[in-house]
């Protein structure tokens, strides 16, 4: 008895280390950031030098920057608004979405 309930705890702790029980969707990412291209573009490229490009940029880094917005460890008086009801998932989905988005560089020079 107490051996299974050792073992559903083991489960529910690798299930947690494992991260959460979804798998990152882009395609719900993509239908969801359609609120964010009036400012950061179709293109992930913003669109005022205020507004950062988020095309190409890391799905762990797009991830952080929304829950610091979210939980107030960044703040912007526009992102800290935007990001409050995103869900982890709609988090996950939005950063996977930006994240496939293919960039080239050019460095001058
Ligand atoms: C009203 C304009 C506006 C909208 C709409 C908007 N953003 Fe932003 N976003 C900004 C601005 C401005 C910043 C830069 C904030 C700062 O200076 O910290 C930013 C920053 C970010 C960052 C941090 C990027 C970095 O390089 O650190 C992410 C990620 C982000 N936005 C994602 C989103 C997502 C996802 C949406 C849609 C759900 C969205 N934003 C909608 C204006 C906007």
């Known amino acids: ?12 702790t690798l299930a947690a280390l494992a991260g959460p029980g979804f798998a990152a969707d882009p395609a719900l990412g993509k239908a969801k950031a359609r609120q964010c291209s009036v400012c950061h573009g179709k ?6 030098p205020e507004v950062p490009n988020l095309a190409g940029q890391s799905a762990f880094y797009l991830e ?5 917005f ?3 460890a960044r703040q ?3 992102m800290s608004l935007i990001a409050k009801p995103l869900s982890d ?3 996950a989905n939005l950063a996977a979405w930006f ?7 050019e460095v001058p020079q």
């Open 1 to 12: 008895m107490t051996a299974i309930f050792r073992n559903l705890a083991l489960a529910a």
């Open 43 to 48: 293109d992930g490229i913003g669109k005022d």
């Open 64 to 68: 952080k920057a929304l829950k610091d």
């Open 70 to 72: 979210r939980e107030g």
């Open 76 to 78: 912007d008086r526009r």
């Open 89 to 91: 998932e709609d988090i």
């Open 99 to 105: 994240a496939s988005f293919k960039i080239t560089v």
